[in-house]
């Protein structure tokens, strides 16, 4: 079977090219009586009843191309013009008949190529009527029905009513004419062939180039697979560093902010007692204060003599201003360190984005961080110690107000002096008052800042999320790699399965070409009286059949010979 479809494949090239060839020359419409035109019915007879099943009947077995041929109708609209006028042509008897004028009247309307390319995808149709290995049900009736576009530029005028096509022959005669015709046709097969090779060679390279690109363009896919899986592989692990970085880092902080409440619930209950104790030091002193200015009144005349004590006051005043622009620059200091404390912040949150030195320096500027938080404590236990010393101060003015008291009487001099220190111990206090005041302030903007610090570390958490979803994103991208490499390898699994059958085209075009350049002449049937290649007579069991079963037994000898 393999061996009658490339036959009748060749002579349906062979058939096509010459009746092209001959119409394009002849330069006018075609006719029924155009011997070329006639070669190629018979041949197309030949293609469309290569395996066709045969089917019994009342009055034996019967093969019809007319079966086949009926279903265009129904996948084409177009065809049911042709199959109800050939259905009501009246010198139609045969279902061959019918086949041949449906032929002709497709070749005229120029729709034989599309009519027969419906019929040859429908294989599940043409499966009831040709069998498995039939010449429509592969790959050859696909090339002949490419070959069928060629004959749309012939113009072909055929009458089909007075022609007894119920009755005509299907034998094929290659050879019509006188010697020198049938040496040209051959030689003009000889080149046919030979240019269907040298195509089919060249064809054979550019899929053998298309193969070898294919092949390094796969390779280099599969190296940047194993990049990508390497690359993969590193974020992971650069990932799993940043997770325990981060937990490191959100427990620091946690422990760290634990620390500073407990230091500040400490330090307000602390606070709160010392603001008590200075609110009735305070108004204790308040209530001196009055006594005081009573005893004043009476001893307003003996002012005069405070004057020298007034210079004494003025160095204390300086004292004072002095001790008020240390507190200042105190202040500032720590002001200072406050600016710093946010430029650390500042730079922290730029520096979290980059790779893991930075990551180490922000461990770094942590770790400065707890350091001024130390420093900002042990500010507070100045402070404590002050309010201590102020404590002690206001004791010894309360100790110096009792003596005062008792030695008043001889004493109105000691007394104005111990008033004037006591207004201003009163004035130091409530300096030292303000001041704490704002240091309290300072501490809780210190607590926003941490607390500002805080969110930001949430921030840089959910940067560590988005990494996580671009891993999942390289995921995707490894998974649409692996699917474009299998696809590239079914590709080329294609590929070599063309190439093995082209080759084996070429295999059966070089037999035949050898078949053809062994010098076989076809004789008319009223010459040939036997065999040329077995030189054994013709007779009942050995009988003369038509061309392409001829070509056939030529093969058959070949091989038997070989």
């Known amino acids: 079977m393999a061996m009658e479809r490339t036959n009748l494949l060749n002579m349906a090239k062979l058939s096509i090219k010459g009746l092209i060839e001959s119409a394009l020359s002849f330069g006018r419409t075609l006719d029924s009586d155009y011997p070329p035109l006639q070669q190629f019915f018979v041949v197309m007879e030949h293609c469309l009843k290569h ?62 190529a599309d009519y027969l390319r419906l019929l040859i995808t429908r294989k599940d149709l043409l499966s009831d009527f040709y069998e498995n290995s039939a010449l429509m049900l592969e790959e050859e009736g696909a090339v002949i029905v490419g070959l069928l576009v060629g004959l749309n530029v012939i113009d072909a005028n055929l009458c089909v009513k007075g ?33 269907l090779n040298r195509q089919l060679n060249s064809t054979m390279h550019g899929l053998q180039g298309r193969v070898d690109s294919l092949e390094k363009s796969n390779s280099k896919l599969i190296e940047e697979l194993a990049i990508a899986k390497n690359n993969i592989i590193k974020l992971q692990e650069e990932n799993q560093q940043l997770r325990s970085e981060n937990s490191l880092i959100l427990l620091k902080v946690q422990q760290h902010l634990e ?87 500042v ?73 004037e220190n006591r207004e201003r111990q009163l004035q130091q206090l409530e300096m030292d008052l303000k001041i704490e005041r704002e240091w309290r302030q300072t501490l809780q903007n210190d607590l926003d800042r941490e607390r500002v610090t805080v969110g930001q570390l949430s921030t840089e958490a959910l940067q560590i999320n988005g990494l996580k979803k671009e891993f999942h994103l390289l995921q995707g991208e490894k998974i649409q790699l692996k699917t474009i490499c299998e696809d590239q390898e079914q590709a080329l699994e294609e590929l070599g399965s063309k190439l093995s059958e082209s080759k084996l085209k070429i295999e059966d075009i070089k037999e035949a070409n050898k078949a053809l350049q062994g010098g076989q002449v076809w004789l008319k049937d009223k010459e040939a009286s036997h065999c040329k290649l077995c030189e054994k007579e013709f007779s009942i069991s050995r009988r003369k059949v038509s061309f392409t079963i001829l070509c056939f037994h030529i093969k058959s000898h070949i091989y038997s010979h070989n």
Request: a negative charge; one cysteine or more; proline letters at 2%.
């Open 51 to 112: 395996g066709l099943r045969v089917k019994k009947s009342f009055l034996g077995f019967n093969k019809s191309l007319w079966g086949p041929l009926e279903l265009v109708e129904k996948l084409c609209p177009e065809a049911v013009e042709i199959s109800a006028s050939v259905r009501d042509l009246p010198g139609l008897k045969t279902p061959l008949g019918r086949a041949r004028a449906w032929l002709r009247l497709a070749l005229m309307q120029k729709r034989l």
């Open 347 to 419: 730079e922290m949150y730029q520096k979290m984005q980059s790779s893991d030195e930075e990551m180490k320096k922000k461990n770094d500027m942590i770790n400065l961080l707890e350091e001024k938080t130390n420093q900002i404590t042990a500010t507070m236990k100045q402070l404590e110690q002050r309010l201590q010393e102020a404590e002690r101060h206001r004791i010894l003015a309360e100790e110096g107000t009792r003596c005062f008291k008792l030695d008043f009487a001889n004493k109105a001099d000691s007394l104005q002096q111990q008033i």
């Open 163 to 195: 022609e007894d096509l119920d009755s005509q022959s299907s034998v094929f005669d290659c050879f019509c004419g006188n010697r020198n015709s049938q040496i040209t046709s051959i030689l003009d097969q000889k080149n046919y062939v030979e240019e």
């Open 259 to 345: 620390v500073t409440k407990g230091d500040m619930s400490v330090e307000r209950d602390t606070y709160k007692q010392s603001r008590q104790g200075l609110d009735e030091m305070y108004n204790e002193a308040r209530r001196q204060l009055k006594e005081e200015c009573q005893l004043r009144q009476d001893v307003e005349n003996e002012l005069v003599v405070q004057v020298s004590m007034k210079q004494e006051m003025e160095l204390a005043m300086k004292l004072l201003e002095k001790d008020i622009h240390e507190k200042q620059d105190t202040l500032i200091g720590l002001r200072q360190q406050l600016d710093e404390v946010k430029a650390i912040n």
